[in-house]
């Protein structure tokens, strides 16, 4: 592989990791410049899974370290989402995934309508509608196959879980989604490892520049909270679905 297109990698990964870790979304950046560099979409996904569960690690981390989220308390939602993930990954190798690229931009422009039209949406808790059973697991883990299978707006997906079923406030939301990230990216590389679909050399080298980014990203979003991270959300589910509609 040229160097040049191994720097252009690195970049992205870097962008990717800053956006991702504020809205999600980074996989509208890395998938696609894995595509443009020849590989194949499996293994563009797999190879995707190695470097993003950089990013996702590098924003859990910086979330908790500033007391955002309680990873202890999350383990049991990471692990209904590791296994549901693992399932999602098994499913790529033996379905198509047109379905879902058909409907997935509809779905990402309700989520950033709902996030630019909701008036009432800052950093505080709101009442929760839905159990802690039910959320833990069903909801996450459905959001975990998806991410296993596609991936592209998952994280857009925990967030919103998290805004509408938890009640919480879009900051705090935003930090539970990234050990959830991290928990679908592991199970979803497990399978993508075994079926020969990712280029480890290439994930690690890309996971150290996301890795960069998305501290800076999760440094900026505490700093800034529902200010920032509403409107890139919107953006980047536009972004996205745009991408999805119009290649």
Request: charged letters at 10%; proline letters at 4%; one cysteine or more.
């Amino acid at each position: 592989m040229d160097f040049d297109i191994i720097l252009l990698l690195l970049g992205a990964a870097f962008v990717a990791g800053a956006i991702d870790a504020v809205a999600g979304g980074g996989g509208l950046i890395t998938i696609p410049a894995l595509l443009l560099a020849g590989f194949d979409p499996l293994t563009a996904i797999g190879t995707n899974k190695v470097q993003a569960i950089f990013g996702s690690g590098s924003a859990t981390i910086a979330y908790a370290s500033k007391g955002h989220v309680n990873l202890r308390k999350q383990l049991p939602s990471a692990g209904f989402v590791l296994i549901g993930s693992s399932l999602g990954a098994a499913l790529a190798f033996v379905i198509p995934t047109e379905a879902l690229e058909t409907g997935l931009p509809f779905l990402l422009i309700a989520v950033a309508v709902f996030f630019a039209l909701k008036p009432d949406l800052g950093d505080l808790d709101r009442e929760r509608r839905l159990s802690e059973p039910l959320l833990i697991g069903l909801v996450m883990p459905l959001i975990g196959a998806y991410d296993g299978l596609f991936g592209p707006g998952a994280g857009s997906f925990y967030m919103i879980a998290f805004v509408t079923l938890a009640g919480f406030g879009v900051l705090k939301a935003t930090a539970h989604t990234k050990l959830l990230n991290f928990a679908s990216n592991v199970g979803g590389l497990l399978v993508f490892t075994l079926n020969g679909a990712a280029i480890w050399w290439l994930g690690l080298m890309m996971g150290v520049a996301t890795f960069l980014g998305a501290r800076l990203g999760a440094t900026i979003a505490m700093r800034f909270g529902s200010k920032l991270i509403r409107p890139l959300l919107v953006v980047t589910c536009l972004a996205l679905a745009a991408k999805l509609l119009f290649g």
